[in-house]
């Protein structure tokens, strides 16, 4: 039996789905714990990761978790996990998490998720992985009014991954013959935001238009929208001030799986409805 916290998420969902199609027993935790839109077979659980007690219970019987970082209750859903007699856990972590910047709020709570699987006393693998394609989703607003497309930071480039290749990589992982340790995930190309624009329109059969926002416009953006300041200056820190390097691209998806990982041009064919 394999747990699956943040079953609903990008990638949990994808690891929800790759774990039954191969035939395991899945248990799948999401603060709801509706069972709609799961695979058949899947037992849904409700569970909160800032309340390590409403947990508690979803970990009998369980071989591996797969754990979502950035939760106050994670210490003590990992030492709940040990005393039920888990095996494994893998984490979704991310690149950020291997600059060691403490005083970064990103790479801050990797940092310490990373260090509670380390001292859990369970055999553990840190997935540190680039940024998601499906971060391409946020741009579904402004495609919907018409075809001129801001994207912030657009001298970054970043080799996206597929949240469907992060799966494949934690399905392997969980099992007990896996590797271990810290795991370095990247898409298969480095893009900038105007390329992905690009691909999203020739996938559509429109012809879309990037405008590259002012590091001013990016950040008035970023904070009228929601996202908190400190996440904001994460955000600087990595792709205007060059903190973090996600362009560099890695084989590690191939090596494990045995498959390279998908294109941006074949998740957004994948995910054109959405657009």
């Known amino acids: 039996m394999f747990l699956v916290t943040g079953a609903t998420g990008n990638v949990g969902a994808e690891l929800v789905r790759v774990l039954a199609e191969s035939g395991e027993r899945v248990r799948a935790v999401s603060r709801a714990g509706r069972p709609e839109g799961l695979p058949p077979g899947v037992e849904s659980v409700a569970g909160d990761l800032n309340r390590p007690e409403s947990v ?32 494994r856990v893998v984490l979704l972590s991310g690149r950020s998490a291997g600059t060691g910047d403490r005083g970064n709020a990103v790479a801050g709570y990797l940092i310490e998720a990373e260090e509670a699987v380390r001292e859990s006393g369970l ?41 469907y290749d992060i799966a ?40 879309l238009y990037a405008v590259g926002l002012s590091p001013e416009e990016a950040r008035v953006e970023l904070e009228t929208g929601g996202v908190p300041k400190p996440y904001v ?11 973090l390097d996600e362009s560099v691209v890695l084989p590690t998806v191939e ?13 957004a064919r994948a995910h054109a409805d959405a657009f």
């Open 233 to 243: 200056d994460a955000f600087f820190s990595f792709f205007v001030d060059g903190t």
């Open 123 to 163: 055999t553990w693998a840190s997935l540190r992985c680039t940024s998601f394609m499906s971060n391409a989703l946020q741009l579904a607003d402004q495609l919907r009014k018409g075809d001129t497309v801001r994207v912030p930071f657009p001298d970054a480039y970043t080799a996206d991954i597929d949240p």
């Open 56 to 87: 508690r219970g979803a970990l009998d019987g369980v071989e591996g978790l797969f754990l979502m970082p950035g939760y106050g209750g994670q210490r003590q859903i990992l030492a709940d996990a040990r005393a039920a007699g888990v095996d």
């Open 255 to 267: 090596e494990i799986t045995g498959r390279p990982p998908r294109t941006f041009a074949a998740w």
């Open 168 to 207: 494949r990589v934690a399905a392997r992982a969980l099992h007990s013959d896996a590797p271990a340790g810290v795991l370095e995930l990247t898409g298969p190309e480095p893009l900038l935001p105007t390329d992905r624009v690009r691909i999203l329109g020739e996938v559509l059969g429109r012809s």
